[in-house]
């Protein structure tokens, strides 16, 4: 144990569209599909202590419990975001990444990158808040995720350029209970969706493709239908974020379609520890 304290910054992750991929193993669980990583992002700062909090509020993030527990330290751990929570931004593996990050580098806990990388994406996967998130986190840029899994049994790869990204979000959608229930057809759709991108791996590709599976899966509500066609009608690009009621555009789509949306851009990199 030392006396010193560390902080990590997450980029956000919006996944665009995704396949389902359970196995006995948690760290070659996971998921396949694309997305894009944000500026916009959480920043997790741990030092010596018990306590965890969420923007300054006393949570349970189970995540980040296991992660703690895997490492074997007892940890106070301050997350903090500007990003809604339970809406399609990968808030809870960005938490769980920024604190084996920030652990490893406080308590010299001795890991690599990709040793780190593998307990927060466990962490993520047994407690069922997300299956690609992670991964995805940790590389940052627009990654499509090829093979599922944690560094050893994933394949990454990426779309190579960035976007200005504008969203809006209308709520909540369960991550655990979409994913507890009936995945085949959300899988098939993932990949069909995959294979066009991996045709053709541009940003209107991605768009495109998450706009078909988004109409596949059925999880549109009313005010994210609403959205994405007042997006596309003011000549924009739009989709869904999965899991959560959000819409993402690229560029000004959401403002030109006369939405005040949150405005960030893809960021260049994974996760990065931040100098005090």
Request: with cysteine; aromatic share 4%; proline share 5%.
């Amino acid at each position: 144990m030392t006396d010193e304290r560390a902080t990590a910054f997450v980029p956000g992750h919006i996944t665009a569209f995704f396949s389902a991929h359970p196995a006995d193993e948690p760290a070659a669980a996971g998921s396949c599909g694309a997305g894009l990583t944000l500026t916009d992002g959480v920043e997790v700062t741990v030092s010596e202590g018990d306590d965890l909090t969420v923007d300054g509020n006393d949570v349970d993030v189970e995540p980040v419990d296991r992660v703690l527990d895997t490492l074997g330290v007892d940890a106070d751990v301050a997350v903090e975001t500007e990003l809604p929570i339970g809406a399609g931004f990968g808030v809870s593996g960005a938490a769980a990444l920024g604190t084996a990050l920030a652990a490893n580098e406080a308590f010299d806990c001795g890991l690599s990158e990709n040793d780190l990388i593998r307990t927060a994406h466990v962490a993520e996967v047994e407690a069922g808040t997300g299956l690609g998130d992670v991964v995805a986190q940790a590389r940052g840029g627009i990654p499509i995720r090829f093979e599922p899994g944690a560094p050893g049994y994933g394949r990454l790869d990426g779309v190579p350029t960035t976007t200005r990204v504008e969203y809006i979000s209308f709520g909540e959608l369960s991550t655990v209970d979409v994913l507890e229930g009936d995945t085949t057809a959300l899988t098939e759709a993932g990949e069909r969706a995959l294979t066009t991108l991996e045709r053709n791996p541009r940003l209107p590709t991605l768009i495109a493709a998450a706009q078909e599976f988004t109409k596949d899966v059925g999880l549109v509500v009313p005010e994210v239908a609403e959205a994405i066609d007042a997006v596309e009608t003011a000549g924009g690009e739009a989709s869904m974020a999965m899991l959560g009621r959000t819409v993402f555009a690229l560029g000004t789509g959401l403002s030109d379609a006369g939405y005040d949306p949150a405005v960030c851009r893809t960021h260049p990199a994974g996760m990065q520890l931040i100098e005090e």
